[in-house]
């Protein structure tokens, strides 16, 4: 099996079972510390039930779930914890505090805050999948399931045929043991029997050895391909996403609306004041402007990449910032930390200089213009 391509296609797994934990917390997790005493219990019809208002019947079969929080009044402000810890030097250091790791069920992306609200920016990619790179997985899967087949009849093939060289064998073994002792037919057909039998022992050998070692890549394959299905089937469903602060503190974000014509997508955490970019003056984006790309390249989180605009091409800006799988969500920001574009794909030109590309922050707040008004 092409394991090089197993990796690719496994890239960034996060387990289900993470995941699935993942989702099932949001139904009592607001944000951080604001949370209030959460009840779990079975209905009559045996679903499992999670609420902050336990039932007036059979009240000896409710459970009172473990590290659940007085509720308090308010929002949380997040803004002024994080100023108040890591005190930003500069412009650019200030929207390094709005922005996020994402984690869904595909990967790890970034986004970041564009409102005090709680709303926040990144791809549909991240949440959602690439549909491009899943089209090139299914079409791998095809190559390999087809591969898979070859291999299968090229075993029944060799299979068959060990079969006749062993009755081949037997049968002059038995013309061997009829023969006189010590006439000259019999020493020589004992000496092409031997001869033959090695053979016939190095090909079953060979062949065991290598369907063994089939058998056991095509089950890893198997599991790598089901897991595979389940975390993009997860994907399609899911509606909450776990984000990372600057501060390494998890919070969960709910999903907005993602948009049908553009890689973008508006999540929302709420009961918190969060600290957000301001969108950049777009008529005064420039080439050779000096930008930095703020994100999770890599997963390492919260890092910059300084560069410049190159220009722009296809409704995207183009810079020589690196731009590193993880980094798509994030921000890209002018010295003043203002945003002027979501980071969003890298490709190579063809000298092999890293070109990065961002969908510009306009574009962005027209698409969710009626949610963020």
């Known amino acids: 099996m092409n394991k090089m391509m197993m990796n690719r296609i496994m890239m960034n797994k996060i387990s289900l079972n993470s995941v699935l934990i993942i989702l099932l917390a949001v139904f009592f997790v607001y944000c951080g510390t604001v949370s209030a005493e959460v009840y779990q219990y079975q209905d009559a019809e045996g679903n499992w039930i999670f609420t902050d208002t336990p039932p007036v019947y059979d009240s000896e079969k409710v459970t009172k779930m473990e590290g659940m929080l007085d509720r308090v009044d308010g929002v949380r402000d997040l ?32 986004g970041f805050f564009i409102s005090d609200n709680g709303y926040l920016l990144t791809n549909r990619h991240v949440i959602k999948g690439d549909e491009r790179q899943a089209e090139a997985v299914d079409k791998a899967f095809e190559y390999i399931d087809e591969q898979v087949e070859i291999a299968e009849e090229d075993f029944e093939i060799r299979e068959r045929q060990l079969a006749r060289e062993k009755t081949i064998l037997d049968e002059m073994k038995s013309v061997i043991e009829k023969l006189p002792s010590r006439s000259s037919q019999k020493e020589r057909l004992k000496r092409q029997y031997q001869e033959r039998l090695e053979y016939y022992q190095a090909l079953k050998e060979d062949c065991e050895r290598k369907k063994s070692n089939f058998k056991r890549d095509k089950k890893n394959y198997k599991t790598e391909k089901t897991d595979y299905a389940n975390q993009q089937a997860v994907a399609g469903v899911s509606r909450n996403f776990k984000i990372t602060l600057k501060n390494k503190e998890i919070l969960y974000a709910y999903l907005v609306r993602a948009s049908s014509s553009h890689d973008l997508a508006l999540l929302k955490v709420d009961a918190c004041k969060t600290p957000f970019i301001y969108p950049a003056d777009m008529n005064r984006v420039a080439q050779r402007q000096k930008v930095w790309a ?14 410049t ?9 183009q810079t020589n910032a690196q731009i590193y799988p993880g980094n798509s969500g994030g921000p890209l920001v002018n010295e003043k930390g203002q945003v002027i574009g979501i980071n969003t794909l890298k490709e190579l030109t063809r000298n092999f200089e890293g070109m990065g590309f961002a969908i510009p922050i306009d574009t962005a707040l027209d698409e969710f213009a009626q949610e963020l008004k």
């Open 79 to 110: 803004k002024k914890e994080l100023y108040e810890r890591y005190h930003p030097k500069n412009d650019v250091d200030a929207a390094a505090m709005a922005t996020v790791t994402v984690t869904s069920s595909i990967g790890i992306g970034s």
């Open 294 to 307: 703020i994100g999770s390249p890599l997963n390492i989180a919260d890092t910059m990449k300084d560069g």
């Open 309 to 317: 605009v190159s220009g722009f091409t296809n409704e995207y800006i």
